[in-house]
């Protein structure tokens, strides 16, 4: 199905840096926030033993489907990051001590980052793909640490794995192997291609 140039594209995201690398990239957009409870469908795939590459999936598809629902005609990309840790997702964390634990847990320890996207148009999905990024945090002191949380809670709060890569977090690691666009929660390399492969974007 070939979509063409006068296709809106709407991202169904609130996510100021998701936003900016696409502006940056000279994409025109518009953003629709979704409203799905993400707990919840979190909850049951955790009951289910879902892998966390199928639940960051499963979230940036509801997120397309929800607004695709709402506006015929355009194409809405879902996005959604998760944090892989021996198997276990991390999530955002509640609190600057819930932070302080995470990182504490993932030091000298390697961890993946998984960013999803979806989109859809007129309700059904057109294209998907889950980046990774393998990641090892290095063996930072309790001192730095603490630190760390307290410096840069504010940002950090908002953050999977409770470190931001693009702020002072660059500090807490010794090797990243996978694309930094999939670190900062958007594939856009492949996003680019496909958009690009449908006249959505001059390629």
Same mark, same amino acid.
């Given at each position: 199905?070939? =979509?063409?140039? &006068?296709?809106?594209?709407? +991202? ?5 840096? $998701?936003?900016?690398? +696409?502006? %940056? ?16 469908? *979190?909850?049951? +795939?955790?009951?289910? #033993?879902?892998?966390p $590459? ?8 509801? *997120? ?12 809405v990309?879902?996005?959604? %990051? ?19 634990k %995470? +990182? ?7 961890? =993946? ?7 859809? *148009? ?9 980046? #990774?990024? $393998? ?16 410096? &840069? ?10 470190? *931001?890569?693009?702020?002072? /977090? ?11 666009? &999939? =670190? ?8 680019? &291609?496909?958009? /690009?492969? %449908? ?5």
């Amino acid at each position: 199905r070939v =979509v063409h140039m &006068n296709t809106h594209i709407i +991202l169904a995201s609130r996510s100021e840096i $998701r936003a900016q690398l +696409l502006r %940056q990239a000279g994409v025109d957009f518009r953003v629709e926030v979704a409203r799905v409870d993400e707990d919840a469908i *979190k909850a049951a +795939l955790l009951a289910e #033993q879902a892998a966390p $590459r199928d639940i960051a999936d499963t979230l940036a598809e509801a *997120k397309a489907r929800k607004v695709s629902g709402k506006c015929p005609g355009d194409m809405v990309l879902g996005c959604d %990051q998760v944090l892989d840790f021996e198997g276990r997702l991390l999530s955002k964390p509640e609190t600057a001590d819930d932070a302080l634990k %995470q +990182l504490r847990a993932m030091r000298g320890k390697r961890h =993946v980052l998984l960013s999803a996207a979806v989109i859809y *148009k007129d309700g059904e999905p057109l294209w998907r793909h889950v980046g #990774q990024v $393998r990641l090892v945090m290095r063996q930072a002191s309790d001192a730095y640490l603490e630190g760390y949380v307290d410096r &840069n809670w504010d940002s950090i709060r908002h953050a999977v794995g409770a470190y *931001k890569l693009e702020e002072e /977090g660059v500090r807490l690691f010794t090797t990243i192997d996978g694309s930094y666009f &999939n =670190v900062l929660g958007l594939p856009m390399l492949e996003l680019m &291609n496909y958009l /690009g492969l %449908q006249g959505i974007i001059e390629q």
